[in-house]
């Protein structure tokens, strides 16, 4: 098949997880023989000239090279508009003239669009099969923030969330199936009632590339992982270090915790003081900080789709303490694979509890790389992806044949 892929973030080098999802799609579709052109965004120089690698896993690919002056002005003209500011973050003219070309000069088997804010590239294309991948329902997010943002900051995200909720259910309408990352997710999107066919498939996690430590770990640190200038992470490694921090070091004053990502804000800078932690900034490599850790938290209070930063730890072997909210992006089984918490005298019980019993660890450990093998491996990801295109195919050229 001849397959134009449209994506909102340039999904090479694949560090990220807006750019771990599109990447494999590319490379298995690639892989499988098909003809992936990738139209995506890039936001400097550095990642443009980064983003050349995706040649080896694609056809060929176009990019439109935007600013994030021109593109903030532009989500800011669109404050007085019905339409999502966030539409504006993702436009780029020169991106929509290289995609009305490709569809001008060739005919295509698939239009297949990954999150929604791109989705404005082709929502017009009505005479090919087109599937709208949303990963996270970002209304959600959106919505979510507004709870955790002082006035009239919480009344802006409140906004904005509604106008890209009226937009999901209108493109949805759009296309001709609707897919998410989670199960969670996928329910949202059948929420919406849209009548058009939706489906879902998880993120998967290179358990090669993630495996766990030959080296023994330090029973004594714990690691959270995640680029700390996302406002989730901040607000959950602020709030883990003010109340669960303190709970922890009375009952285990040898306690370390290490706070591994990029871009770190001020505040976030300002934890490292706390006695104990460590923020690190960006690493070259994540792996060996986490494999050191006797266990990763993710106490996240704000959490859309899938975390990759679990998958991966559990790939490692490391066990992994999260939210209830972020562990319904889990395809696990609470208690059985990870362990879950809210207050933070329950995280402090839970990590306590597995600090203290080396074999419940060891336990956690094989269990949780065991299901990372077994359901979070990329081919059982892709092959749930691989049903859901010929599903779409099928569907379109019924719905053709029946309109002739």
């Known amino acids: 098949m001849n397959i134009l892929y449209i994506c909102h973030r340039f999904p090479f080098p694949p560090k990220r997880g807006g750019k ?3 990447f494999n799609m590319i490379r298995h579709l690639s892989a499988s023989g098909h003809r992936v052109t990738v139209c995506s965004l890039a936001r400097s120089a550095a990642e443009a000239e980064e983003g050349q690698g995706i040649a080896a896993h694609c056809e060929r690919f176009a990019m439109g090279l935007v600013s994030e002056p021109v593109q903030t002005l532009r989500m800011v003209a669109r404050l007085p508009l019905t339409t999502p500011s966030s539409m504006g973050y993702f436009h780029s003219p020169s991106l929509r003239r290289q995609v009305d070309r490709l569809l001008q000069a060739e005919k295509w088997d698939l239009i297949f669009v990954h999150c929604s804010s791109v989705a404005q ?8 099969p087109k599937i709208l991948d949303f990963g996270d329902m970002d209304s959600q997010k959106w919505l979510e923030y507004a709870n955790y943002k002082p006035f009239p900051l919480s009344l802006g995200y409140r906004l904005e969330g509604n106008k890209v909720l009226a937009a999901e259910k209108r493109l949805a309408r759009l296309f001709d199936l609707c897919t998410a990352t989670t199960r969670a997710e996928w329910q949202t999107l059948e929420g919406y009632h849209t009548g058009v066919a939706t489906d879902w498939f998880p993120n998967g996690v ?7 430590a030959v080296d023994d770990h330090d029973p004594d640190t714990l690691s959270f992982i995640g680029r700390m200038d996302y406002y989730p992470n901040q607000e959950c490694m602020t709030r883990f270090c003010a109340q669960t921090w303190p709970l922890l070091r009375a009952r285990r004053p040898q306690l370390k915790l290490l706070i591994i990502g990029a871009d770190p804000s001020p505040d976030i800078r300002r934890l490292g003081e706390l006695p104990g932690v460590t923020v690190t900034g960006s690493v070259p490599d994540v792996r060996p900080f986490v494999r050191r850790s006797a266990l990763m938290v993710a106490p996240l209070n704000i959490a859309r ?5 679990i998958l991966e730890a559990m790939a490692m072997g490391v066990p992994v303490i999260t939210s209830r909210v972020a562990a319904g992006g889990v395809d696990a089984e609470p208690v059985k694979h990870f362990l879950v918490a809210d207050t933070a005298e329950e995280y402090s019980d839970a990590i306590l509890g597995v600090l203290q019993n080396r074999a419940e660890r060891q336990r956690l450990a094989v269990a949780g790389r065991q299901r990372m093998l077994s359901n979070h491996a990329w081919s059982h990801s892709m092959a749930r992806l691989d049903g859901i295109i010929e599903r779409c195919l099928r569907d379109f050229s019924h719905s053709k044949g029946q309109s002739a």
């Open 305 to 309: 789709g899938t975390q990759n930063k």
């Open 206 to 212: 290179d358990a090669d590339f993630f495996s766990p």
């Open 121 to 128: 590239y082709v929502e017009r294309v009505r005479t090919v």
């Open 20 to 22: 771990i999802r599109p």
